[in-house]
């Protein structure tokens, strides 16, 4: 859910982000698209594998072609699989993930955590 609102669907990735690029450069949304406290997510819905695969292929120039939700909240639930959570890669089991901005910063409530 972003902001209360479901998002579903068959997803490669999902990215939360609180800045335009990722990695090495990748552009996954336009700079002017974060704005005061909140984040934008990044959906790649399955059946847009081949416009990415061909978007990298060309040198992946401009923003990436991925689906973009924006909202303050995030919260995450979903089948077991590993994340990419902090820089550092974990088994996640599927459990509820909250993301939340908050002035410019970003809360990450797992399962154990106290708010």
Same mark, same amino acid.
């Given at each position: 859910?972003?902001? &209360?609102?479901?998002?579903?669907?068959?997803?490669?990735?999902?990215? /939360?982000?609180?800045?335009?690029?990722?990695?090495?450069?990748?552009?996954? /949304?336009?700079?002017?698209?974060?704005?005061?406290?909140?984040?934008?997510?990044?959906?790649?819905?399955?059946?847009?594998?081949?416009?990415?695969? &061909?978007?990298?292929?060309?040198?992946?120039?401009?923003?990436?072609?991925?689906?973009?939700?924006?909202? @303050?909240?995030?919260?995450?639930? &979903?089948?077991?699989?590993?994340?990419?959570?902090?820089?550092?890669?974990?088994?996640?089991?599927?459990?509820?993930?909250?993301?939340?901005?908050?002035?410019?910063?970003?809360?990450?409530? @797992?399962?154990?955590?106290?708010?």
């Amino acid at each position: 859910k972003v902001d &209360g609102s479901a998002v579903e669907g068959s997803f490669l990735m999902v990215e /939360v982000l609180n800045l335009a690029m990722v990695g090495p450069n990748i552009r996954f /949304v336009s700079d002017t698209a974060l704005k005061g406290e909140s984040v934008s997510v990044a959906l790649l819905p399955e059946r847009d594998r081949g416009a990415m695969v &061909g978007w990298l292929a060309s040198g992946g120039s401009g923003i990436a072609p991925v689906r973009h939700v924006q909202g @303050r909240r995030v919260v995450a639930e &979903g089948a077991p699989q590993p994340i990419l959570l902090e820089d550092k890669a974990r088994d996640w089991d599927g459990s509820r993930v909250e993301i939340e901005a908050i002035s410019h910063r970003l809360r990450v409530l @797992r399962p154990g955590d106290s708010r």
